[in-house]
């Protein structure tokens, strides 16, 4: 069964870090570009990381850029987001999901990506 596995979330205070993780089954999710969405209450699902398979190449969206890392461990089957210097806007439910496109990140719409995991919530607060 093909399934995707967030954890790592919690509570944390602004300006601390979290290292979220992505864990696959059922697929060698080294052949797929992953991405990272987040949701907060009342909001649409945004994408906030990307990262291919074919070079290694990650994206990132213009709220997290410098302070968000997405990387791999193909033999861990299992994705990263490190995030520091968290904000209270980076609060909400992550998910990861496979990319549709394969091997190259292709942009955020959801309805390109499949497989979603069921979320881990991260929020920033004091």
């Known amino acids: 069964q093909v399934q995707l596995v967030e954890s790592g979330g919690g509570l944390v205070q602004p300006g601390g870090s979290l290292r979220l993780s992505c864990t696959a089954s059922?697929?060698?999710?080294?052949?797929?570009?992953i991405g990272w969405f987040r949701q907060a209450p009342g909001k649409e699902r945004e994408g906030v990381s990307c990262?291919?398979?074919?070079?290694?190449?990650?994206d990132y969206s213009d709220s997290v850029k410098g302070r968000f890392t997405i990387s791999r461990d193909n033999a861990k089957n299992t994705v990263y987001l490190q995030m520091n210097s968290l904000k209270p806007e980076d609060t909400g439910v992550y998910y990861c999901?496979?990319?549709?496109?394969?091997?190259?990140?292709?942009?955020?719409?959801?309805?390109?990506?499949?497989?979603w995991g069921q979320g881990t919530q991260v929020t920033v607060s004091s």
């Open positions: 990262i291919s398979t074919s070079d290694g190449s990650t």
């Open positions: 059922g697929f060698t999710l080294g052949y797929f570009a």
């Open positions: 999901a496979v990319a549709r496109s394969g091997y190259y990140c292709s942009g955020y719409s959801i309805y390109d990506y499949a497989y």
